[in-house]
T-cell receptor, first 112, second 114 residues
Framework: DTGVSQDPRHKITKRGQNVTFRCDPISEHNRLYWYRQTLGQGPEFLTY????????KSRLLSDRFSAERPKGSFSTLEIQRTEQGDSAMYLC??????????FGPGTRLTVT | AQSVTQLGSHVSVSEGALVLLRCNYSSSVPPYLFWYVQYPNQGLQLLLK??????LVKGINGFEAEFKKSETSFHLTKPSAHMSDAAEYFCAVSDYNQGGKLIFGQGTELSVKP
Protein backbone atom coordinates (compact mmCIF):
# COMPACT_ATOMS: atom_id res chain seq x y z
CA ASP A 1 0.00 0.00 0.00
CA THR A 2 1.80 3.08 -1.26
CA GLY A 3 -0.96 5.56 -0.45
CA VAL A 4 -2.64 8.09 -2.69
CA SER A 5 -0.27 10.02 -4.93
CA GLN A 6 -0.81 13.25 -6.81
CA ASP A 7 1.19 14.89 -9.54
CA PRO A 8 2.39 17.58 -9.78
CA ARG A 9 2.72 18.80 -6.21
CA HIS A 10 2.92 22.42 -7.31
CA LYS A 11 1.81 24.15 -10.50
CA ILE A 12 2.21 27.80 -11.42
CA THR A 13 0.38 28.89 -14.53
CA LYS A 14 -0.67 32.08 -16.24
CA ARG A 15 -4.29 33.07 -16.40
CA GLY A 16 -6.00 31.58 -19.40
CA GLN A 17 -3.81 28.50 -19.64
CA ASN A 18 -5.07 24.94 -19.23
CA VAL A 19 -3.76 22.67 -16.49
CA THR A 20 -4.18 18.97 -15.75
CA PHE A 21 -3.62 17.18 -12.47
CA ARG A 22 -3.28 13.46 -11.90
CA CYS A 23 -4.30 11.30 -8.94
CA ASP A 24 -3.34 7.67 -8.38
CA PRO A 25 -5.54 6.10 -5.70
CA ILE A 26 -4.80 3.17 -3.43
CA SER A 27 -5.03 0.19 -5.75
CA GLU A 28 -8.01 -1.68 -4.31
CA HIS A 29 -10.13 1.44 -3.71
CA ASN A 30 -13.13 1.76 -5.97
CA ARG A 31 -14.11 5.30 -5.02
CA LEU A 32 -12.13 8.42 -5.87
CA TYR A 33 -12.94 11.97 -4.75
CA TRP A 34 -11.66 15.40 -5.69
CA TYR A 35 -11.78 18.33 -3.26
CA ARG A 36 -10.61 21.93 -3.42
CA GLN A 37 -9.17 23.77 -0.45
CA THR A 38 -8.54 27.49 -0.31
CA LEU A 39 -6.41 29.19 2.32
CA GLY A 40 -7.90 29.03 5.78
CA GLN A 41 -10.85 26.89 4.73
CA GLY A 42 -11.84 23.26 4.94
CA PRO A 43 -11.81 21.15 1.79
CA GLU A 44 -14.87 21.43 -0.46
CA PHE A 45 -16.17 18.54 -2.52
CA LEU A 46 -15.83 18.79 -6.30
CA THR A 47 -16.67 15.39 -7.76
CA TYR A 48 -16.42 11.65 -7.21
CA UNK A 49 -16.11 8.42 -9.14
CA UNK A 50 -17.17 4.91 -8.37
CA UNK A 51 -14.91 2.82 -10.55
CA UNK A 52 -14.94 4.65 -13.91
CA UNK A 53 -18.35 6.28 -13.47
CA UNK A 54 -18.53 9.91 -12.41
CA UNK A 55 -21.53 9.89 -10.11
CA UNK A 56 -21.72 13.39 -8.68
CA LYS A 57 -20.42 16.84 -9.51
CA SER A 58 -20.60 19.85 -7.23
CA ARG A 59 -21.96 23.14 -8.48
CA LEU A 60 -18.44 24.41 -7.71
CA LEU A 61 -17.31 22.45 -10.77
CA SER A 62 -17.93 24.94 -13.55
CA ASP A 63 -17.88 23.93 -17.20
CA ARG A 64 -14.18 24.83 -17.29
CA PHE A 65 -13.48 21.83 -15.07
CA SER A 66 -13.53 18.25 -16.25
CA ALA A 67 -12.53 15.03 -14.54
CA GLU A 68 -12.02 11.53 -15.84
CA ARG A 69 -11.16 8.16 -14.43
CA PRO A 70 -10.50 5.84 -17.35
CA LYS A 71 -10.70 2.13 -16.53
CA GLY A 72 -11.40 2.96 -12.91
CA SER A 73 -7.77 3.48 -12.04
CA PHE A 74 -6.03 6.88 -11.95
CA SER A 75 -7.99 10.09 -12.38
CA THR A 76 -7.27 13.42 -14.02
CA LEU A 77 -8.72 16.84 -13.26
CA GLU A 78 -8.40 19.43 -16.00
CA ILE A 79 -9.06 23.14 -15.65
CA GLN A 80 -9.43 25.07 -18.87
CA ARG A 81 -8.85 28.83 -19.22
CA THR A 82 -7.63 29.15 -15.65
CA GLU A 83 -8.66 32.17 -13.59
CA GLN A 84 -7.01 33.64 -10.50
CA GLY A 85 -9.90 32.34 -8.43
CA ASP A 86 -8.84 28.80 -9.31
CA SER A 87 -5.74 29.18 -7.14
CA ALA A 88 -6.13 26.57 -4.43
CA MET A 89 -4.95 23.20 -3.17
CA TYR A 90 -6.59 20.36 -5.10
CA LEU A 91 -6.89 17.22 -3.01
CA CYS A 92 -7.64 13.71 -4.15
CA UNK A 93 -8.91 10.96 -1.85
CA UNK A 94 -9.82 7.33 -2.32
CA UNK A 95 -11.85 4.84 -0.37
CA UNK A 96 -13.27 1.36 -0.48
CA UNK A 97 -17.02 1.85 -0.70
CA UNK A 98 -18.24 3.85 2.31
CA UNK A 99 -15.12 3.38 4.41
CA UNK A 100 -12.81 6.17 5.39
CA UNK A 101 -11.17 8.27 2.73
CA UNK A 102 -7.41 8.46 2.38
CA PHE A 103 -6.01 11.69 1.03
CA GLY A 104 -3.09 12.40 -1.23
CA PRO A 105 -0.59 15.23 -0.60
CA GLY A 106 -2.46 17.60 -2.88
CA THR A 107 -1.56 19.77 -5.86
CA ARG A 108 -1.12 23.44 -5.10
CA LEU A 109 -2.18 25.59 -8.07
CA THR A 110 -1.15 29.21 -8.37
CA VAL A 111 -2.64 31.23 -11.23
CA THR A 112 -0.76 34.45 -11.97
CA ALA B 1 -28.36 18.89 4.26
CA GLN B 2 -25.41 18.04 6.46
CA SER B 3 -23.07 20.59 7.95
CA VAL B 4 -20.21 20.88 10.45
CA THR B 5 -19.30 23.76 12.72
CA GLN B 6 -15.96 23.94 14.46
CA LEU B 7 -15.94 26.36 17.34
CA GLY B 8 -12.74 28.36 17.46
CA SER B 9 -10.59 28.86 14.40
CA HIS B 10 -7.49 28.94 16.58
CA VAL B 11 -6.71 27.16 19.85
CA SER B 12 -3.49 27.62 21.80
CA VAL B 13 -2.37 25.31 24.62
CA SER B 14 0.80 24.75 26.59
CA GLU B 15 2.80 21.59 26.13
CA GLY B 16 1.41 18.94 28.48
CA ALA B 17 -1.99 20.60 28.76
CA LEU B 18 -5.34 19.16 27.72
CA VAL B 19 -6.32 19.62 24.09
CA LEU B 20 -10.03 20.16 23.37
CA LEU B 21 -11.21 20.94 19.84
CA ARG B 22 -14.94 21.39 19.40
CA CYS B 23 -17.11 20.10 16.58
CA ASN B 24 -20.89 20.22 16.18
CA TYR B 25 -22.70 18.65 13.28
CA SER B 26 -26.07 18.70 11.62
CA SER B 27 -27.36 15.61 9.87
CA SER B 28 -30.76 14.23 8.92
CA VAL B 29 -29.47 10.66 9.12
CA PRO B 30 -27.26 8.90 11.68
CA PRO B 31 -23.91 10.49 10.99
CA TYR B 32 -20.52 9.06 10.15
CA LEU B 33 -18.03 11.48 11.70
CA PHE B 34 -14.32 11.97 11.18
CA TRP B 35 -11.40 14.01 12.45
CA TYR B 36 -8.50 14.72 10.11
CA VAL B 37 -5.20 16.52 10.76
CA GLN B 38 -3.31 18.57 8.19
CA TYR B 39 0.31 19.67 8.49
CA PRO B 40 1.51 22.62 6.37
CA ASN B 41 1.53 21.94 2.64
CA GLN B 42 0.39 18.36 3.12
CA GLY B 43 -2.76 16.35 2.59
CA LEU B 44 -5.15 15.25 5.31
CA GLN B 45 -4.42 12.35 7.65
CA LEU B 46 -7.25 10.47 9.34
CA LEU B 47 -7.09 10.71 13.15
CA LEU B 48 -10.23 8.77 14.02
CA LYS B 49 -13.74 7.98 12.92
CA UNK B 50 -17.18 7.19 14.33
CA UNK B 51 -19.66 5.13 12.33
CA UNK B 52 -21.69 2.98 14.70
CA UNK B 53 -21.21 1.29 18.05
CA UNK B 54 -19.08 2.65 20.88
CA UNK B 55 -19.48 6.39 21.18
CA LEU B 56 -15.97 6.96 22.54
CA VAL B 57 -13.50 6.37 19.75
CA LYS B 58 -9.75 6.31 20.02
CA GLY B 59 -7.44 7.36 17.27
CA ILE B 60 -3.81 7.78 16.48
CA ASN B 61 -1.31 9.86 18.44
CA GLY B 62 -3.31 9.65 21.66
CA PHE B 63 -6.39 11.49 20.38
CA GLU B 64 -9.95 10.45 21.13
CA ALA B 65 -13.42 11.79 20.46
CA GLU B 66 -16.86 11.17 21.88
CA PHE B 67 -20.03 11.09 19.82
CA LYS B 68 -22.89 12.72 21.74
CA LYS B 69 -26.11 12.47 19.79
CA SER B 70 -28.12 14.60 22.23
CA GLU B 71 -25.64 17.45 21.83
CA THR B 72 -24.88 16.78 18.13
CA SER B 73 -21.23 17.00 19.05
CA PHE B 74 -18.03 15.12 18.28
CA HIS B 75 -15.31 16.94 20.22
CA LEU B 76 -11.67 15.89 19.90
CA THR B 77 -9.47 15.58 22.99
CA LYS B 78 -5.96 14.64 23.98
CA PRO B 79 -4.89 14.54 27.63
CA SER B 80 -1.41 15.99 27.11
CA ALA B 81 -0.34 18.13 24.17
CA HIS B 82 2.99 17.65 22.41
CA MET B 83 4.78 20.19 20.28
CA SER B 84 4.29 17.86 17.32
CA ASP B 85 0.50 18.21 17.64
CA ALA B 86 0.64 21.73 16.23
CA ALA B 87 -1.37 21.53 13.00
CA GLU B 88 -4.76 22.24 11.44
CA TYR B 89 -7.59 19.92 12.50
CA PHE B 90 -10.75 19.30 10.50
CA CYS B 91 -13.98 17.68 11.58
CA ALA B 92 -16.09 16.12 8.83
CA VAL B 93 -19.41 14.35 8.35
CA SER B 94 -19.94 11.81 5.61
CA ASP B 95 -22.85 12.06 3.21
CA TYR B 96 -22.95 8.26 2.99
CA ASN B 97 -26.47 8.19 1.58
CA GLN B 98 -25.27 10.16 -1.41
CA GLY B 99 -21.93 8.78 -2.40
CA GLY B 100 -19.94 9.29 0.78
CA LYS B 101 -18.51 12.72 0.10
CA LEU B 102 -17.17 14.50 3.17
CA ILE B 103 -18.52 17.81 4.40
CA PHE B 104 -15.80 19.59 6.37
CA GLY B 105 -15.80 22.23 9.02
CA GLN B 106 -13.69 25.36 8.66
CA GLY B 107 -10.83 23.89 10.63
CA THR B 108 -9.13 24.70 13.92
CA GLU B 109 -5.47 25.63 14.04
CA LEU B 110 -3.81 24.20 17.14
CA SER B 111 -0.73 25.92 18.50
CA VAL B 112 1.35 24.32 21.27
CA LYS B 113 3.51 26.58 23.43
CA PRO B 114 6.64 25.21 25.12
Amino acid sequence: DTGVSQDPRHKITKRGQNVTFRCDPISEHNRLYWYRQTLGQGPEFLTYFQNEAQLEKSRLLSDRFSAERPKGSFSTLEIQRTEQGDSAMYLCASSRDYYEQYFGPGTRLTVT
Amino acid sequence: AQSVTQLGSHVSVSEGALVLLRCNYSSSVPPYLFWYVQYPNQGLQLLLKYTTGATLVKGINGFEAEFKKSETSFHLTKPSAHMSDAAEYFCAVSDYNQGGKLIFGQGTELSVKP
